[in-house]
């Protein structure tokens, strides 16, 4: 389920699949009812929303009893200073403001530095220097230059960015009845909180 055209796509890629239904709609207004899945996994979705906690509050009463819940959002405890730096933390909110064609000059430029960054140490073209970048950078490198200006494109003009702690996650798990509770760190990136339906 996604609000955007991002369903056209995915419904395309999973045609040949009959146990694949992409669904168009609001999260918070999900169109489905309540207590009817077994899994609902959440991914970078909820940390954009106006109401993240809203959010997971609507998904959280479509999980049937026995059922489980996971959820990945951006946290900025444990967050390792590159994915600091990759998040445009520093730009403070000034992000959405800016003109679309800024952004979009602003995402190719910081795409162009990262592929050569990328080409020379997360490729292995300098082995003594690969030991020393971060994972998520090594992961980075690997994405075409496309798709590195893209990602730059989402982190810059999202008109809303939160970074969660996991306190505020648990308590919106406890605030949902939900038990089992398992807030994990993902490799200094952010949190996936998972909770268990009774």
Known sequence: MDLSKAVDYA???NEPNERVHIVQADISHPAFRDGVFDLI???GVLHHLPD???GFQKLSKKVAPGG???AWVYGLQGMNPSCRLSHLTFLGGLGPRLPRSVSLSVSW???TVAEVASRLT???RLPGVRRWVPEQLR???LLPFRLKAKEFYNRIAAPVTY???REKLRGWILSAGLTEVDISPTKGRGWCARALRT
Do not use: Q
């Open 11 to 13: 419904a395309a890629k």
């Open 41 to 43: 996994y959440s991914t």
């Open 52 to 54: 993240p906690a809203g």
């Open 68 to 70: 489980k819940i996971a």
């Open 109 to 111: 430029g910081l795409a």
């Open 122 to 124: 997360g490729r292995g």
């Open 139 to 141: 992961d980075f490198a």
């Open 163 to 165: 970074f969660l702690d």
